[in-house]
């Protein structure tokens, strides 16, 4: 299954599901799934979520600091670190405002992998579709931080 397919079958689903990560975990789902496909190499960037969840777990994020990851791929950690915000913390709205359009970064080099984690971000309610992307087309080895 190809990015093209993936997108095409969350979008042709959108109209008829509400807006309460339902569209962001059957997206998760058909990330994971693509993922278990050995042929097509997608293993390589998605990241087993259990574990994913317990790193997040360990680093506890706090409202209103900002979370950086280095090697975005799917946006697996991003997403853990949203729920887990949401999960532990009673966000005000500027806290809920901060959460959505500042405390997320990140670079993913692969352009595919970086549409794929854009995507995900955007169906789980964090960034906008325009402005500036969350998720630089950077390698985090070799680019000076901004």
């Known amino acids: ?3 093209t397919t993936i997108v095409n079958k969350v979008w ?3 109209h008829v599901l509400r807006d309460d990560g339902v569209k962001g975990d059957i997206y998760e ?8 496909d050995t042929k097509s190499g997608a293993g390589q960037y998605f990241t087993p979520r259990a ?3 317990a790193m997040v777990e360990c680093i506890a994020p706090e409202p209103m600091k900002t979370i950086a990851d280095p090697a975005a791929g799917t946006g697996g950690f991003i997403l853990a670190a949203y729920d887990y915000l949401l999960e532990h913390h009673r966000l005000d ?5 901060f959460l959505k359009h500042k405390t997320f970064s990140g670079n993913e080099i692969v ?3 970086r549409r794929l984690c854009l995507m995900n971000m955007f169906l789980h309610n964090i960034g906008e579709m325009t402005g500036e992307s ?4 950077f ?3 070799t680019t000076e931080s901004s």
């Open 29 to 36: 789902g058909l990330l994971e799934k693509n993922a278990e």
């Open 139 to 141: 390698d985090s080895l």
């Open 12 to 14: 042709s689903y959108c």
């Open 111 to 113: 352009p595919n992998t």
């Open 1 to 3: 299954m190809n990015t």
């Open 134 to 137: 969350m998720i630089r087309p």
């Open 51 to 53: 574990l994913i969840k």
């Open 93 to 97: 709205k500027e806290q809920k405002d």
